[in-house]
Every structure is written in structure tokens, then in C-alpha cells.
């Protein structure tokens, strides 16, 4: 099992950064895939990116491509969601979450989320 903490939201103006990490608990942060996910008011949560379990591999939503860049420290138990050229569509509380696979493995374990806040 791993616990996970998101931290490193707040309020940013339009064009600006963020970085956002998210420490995970227990001795086998490295078998796990790290997503991040944000949900908006009256949204549905959505997917943002992901990292594999060793950090070789990315995946991006569309509509980060390009601006957000996911890494991983397996040393020190904790990812990173590097967030440029924010936008106001942008605001959201982020999450990040754990699954054991890239494929057909569903997020077993959720942080509280950190709000972000972008003004235009």
C-alpha cells in the first residue's frame, strides 16, 4: 500500500509555473506508475499525464502536450508535475495517483489533491 501527498499548488498568473510534487509513503514507490489527474467544478476528473515505474516512458493529455513535463525521483519516493505556460483553463485541483501497470491496470491509491489557481 502507499500513501500519497500532493503539494506545491497556489495561485498563478496566465503564462506563468508551477511545479507540483507528490511524496508517496513505504519502500516500493519504484513498482509503481505515477499519474496526474485534475478535476474543475462541475467536471469530471481528467486524466493529465503519466510516468513509468523506472521514468523511461510519458504520457500526456492532449491539452497539456508540450507545456506540462512529468518526472520521477524513485530515491527520494516522490513525482514532479512541472507545469509552464499555464493557462486559466488550467485551474483545477490536481491529483496525483499510483497503479502497478501502464496497461489495463486501474489507479489503486489517490492523494487529497492541491489546488491550482490560474488568473488570466
Known amino acids: 500500500q502507499v500513501q500519497l501527498v500532493e503539494s506545491g499548488g497556489g495561485l498563478v498568473q496566465a503564462g506563468g509555473s508551477l511545479r507540483l510534487s507528490c511524496a508517496a509513503s513505504?519502500?516500493?514507490?519504484?513498482?509503481?506508475?505515477m499519474g496526474w489527474f485534475r478535476q474543475a467544478p462541475g467536471t469530471e476528473r481528467e486524466f493529465v499525464g503519466a510516468i513509468s515505474q523506472a521514468g523511461h516512458s510519458t504520457y500526456y493529455a492532449d491539452s497539456v502536450k508540450g507545456r506540462f513535463t512529468i518526472s520521477r525521483d524513485n530515491a527520494k519516493n516522490t513525482v514532479y508535475l512541472q507545469m509552464n505556460s499555464l493557462k486559466p483553463e488550467d485551474t483545477a485541483v490536481y491529483y496525483c495517483?499510483?497503479?502497478?501497470?501502464?496497461?489495463?491496470?486501474?489507479?489503486?491509491?489517490w492523494g487529497q489533491g492541491t489546488q491550482v489557481t490560474v488568473a488570466s
Open positions: 495517483a499510483a497503479k502497478l501497470g501502464v496497461h489495463g491496470f486501474p489507479y489503486d491509491y
Open positions: 513505504g519502500r516500493t514507490f519504484s513498482i509503481y506508475v
